[in-house]
C-alpha cells in the first residue's frame, strides 16, 4: 500500500460545477498538507499549503484537513477550462519537506 | 524573481550512455530535492540536499544515479548506462513553504 492514495480519474466536469479531488494517507506524522497544479508538460506549481488539520480558502480554491481521518481535500468553485490540469497532494512531517511524498495525481478536464 | 530552470528541457539518450542533468534553483534556497516522475504517476523522491551536503539519497534506484551539488547552488543528477526503465521526467526543487518545481528533463532511452 502507497503512504498517499490519490483516484487518478480521469474527471470530467462542466465549466461552473463544483470540483472535489481527494487523498488517503497512512502515516500519521503527516503535518503539512499540499496541493499541487501540473499543466502539460510543466513542472508542478503549488496551489495550496496548509499545515496540521482545519480549512483554508484561496479564492475559488478551498483546502480541508482531517488529520484523525488522514484525508484531505481540494474544492474547486465554479470550475473554469483553464483549471483544467492534473491535481498532486503532497504532504510532509517536517517544515523542510525531506520526506514530502505525492500522490498519483487527479487528471481534470474542464469543459465549456 | 527567477524561478527554478532546469536543461536541458528535453533528453534522448541511447541505452547505455551517460547523461548529466542540471538543476538551477532559486537563488538563496538551501534545500533542493530531485523527483522521478513517471508518466501517468506522481513524483517520486530521488534524493535532497542542503546547501551542498546531501542529506538524504535513500530514493536513488541505483548506483548508476549519483546527485551533487558541490558549492550549495547549482546541482547536476548524473544517470550512468542508462537503461529503459530510466525514461521519466526528472523534476527538480527548491524549497520555501512548499516546493517550487523546475519545469523538468524529460528523459527518454531508447
Known amino acids: 500500500q502507497k503512504e498517499v492514495e490519490q483516484d487518478p480519474g480521469p474527471l470530467s466536469v462542466p465549466e461552473g460545477a463544483i470540483v472535489s479531488l481527494n487523498c488517503t494517507y497512512s502515516?500519521?506524522?503527516?503535518?503539512?498538507f499540499m496541493w499541487y497544479r501540473q499543466y502539460s508538460r510543466k513542472g508542478p506549481e503549488l496551489l495550496m499549503y496548509?499545515?496540521?488539520?482545519g480549512n483554508k480558502e484561496d479564492g475559488r480554491f478551498t483546502a480541508q484537513v482531517d488529520k484523525s481521518s488522514k484525508y484531505i481535500s481540494l474544492f474547486i468553485r465554479d470550475s473554469q477550462p483553464s483549471d483544467s490540469a492534473t491535481y498532486l497532494c503532497?504532504?510532509?512531517?517536517?517544515?523542510?519537506?525531506?520526506?514530502?511524498?505525492f500522490g498519483a495525481g487527479t487528471r481534470l478536464t474542464v469543459k465549456p | 524573481g527567477a524561478g527554478v530552470s532546469q536543461s536541458p528541457r528535453y533528453k534522448v539518450a541511447k541505452r547505455g550512455q551517460d547523461v548529466a542533468l542540471r538543476c538551477d534553483p532559486i537563488?538563496?534556497?538551501?534545500?533542493l530535492f530531485w523527483y522521478q516522475q513517471a508518466l501517468g504517476q506522481g513524483p517520486e523522491f530521488l534524493t535532497y540536499?542542503?546547501?551542498?551536503?546531501?542529506?538524504?539519497k535513500s530514493g536513488l534506484p541505483s548506483d548508476r544515479f549519483f546527485a551533487e551539488r558541490p558549492e550549495g547552488s547549482v546541482s547536476t543528477l548524473k544517470i550512468q548506462r542508462t537503461q529503459q526503465e530510466d525514461s521519466a521526467v526528472y523534476l527538480c526543487?527548491?524549497?520555501?513553504?512548499?516546493?517550487?518545481f523546475g519545469p523538468g528533463t524529460r528523459l527518454l532511452v531508447l
Open positions: 537563488s538563496g534556497h538551501v534545500s
Open positions: 526543487a527548491s524549497s520555501s513553504a512548499g516546493l517550487d
Open positions: 496548509t499545515y496540521s488539520s
Open positions: 503532497a504532504m510532509s512531517s517536517t517544515y523542510n519537506n525531506n520526506d514530502m511524498r
Open positions: 540536499f542542503q546547501n551542498e551536503a546531501q542529506l538524504d
Open positions: 502515516n500519521s506524522a503527516f503535518q503539512y
